[in-house]
């Protein structure tokens, strides 16, 4: 079971870019999708998650600008980032919790992260 981010890169303050995680392998189901940021020198920290029906959840900071959304059929979440920021800067991690045919309860998968950088 793997996760595969895409989408990073470098942008301008107020610009947008739209970040994919695509889940793959033996999954029996994907309970909650979200992602996740570590800035330079601070701990990681929740941006957004999504569960299997839809139900979101974002951090203070980004409600109103970032969106979260999620293709079931494809295994795979998206976040839609607008009027990006300076500190918005920051490695984003996409995280699934997944039960896999070889497993009873949810375990935490991780991505490999994907670089976003805003410029002033």
């Known amino acids: 079971v793997q996760l595969q981010a895409s989408g990073g890169g470098l942008v301008q303050a107020g610009g947008s870019l739209r970040l994919s995680c695509a889940a793959s392998g033996s999954i029996s189901s994907i309970i909650v999708m979200g992602w996740y940021c570590q800035a330079p020198g601070k701990q990681r920290e929740l941006v957004a998650t999504?569960?299997?029906?839809?139900?979101?959840n974002y951090a203070d900071s980004m409600k109103g600008r970032f969106t979260i959304s999620r293709d079931n059929a494809k295994n795979t979440v998206y976040l839609q980032m607008n009027s990006l920021k300076p500190e918005d800067t920051a490695v984003y991690y996409c995280?699934?919790?997944?039960?896999?045919?070889?497993?009873?309860?949810?375990?935490?998968?991780w991505g490999q992260g994907t670089l976003v950088t805003v410029s002033s």
């Open positions: 995280a699934a919790d997944m039960i896999t045919p070889s497993t009873i309860f949810p375990s935490r998968y």
């Open positions: 999504i569960t299997s029906g839809g139900s979101t």
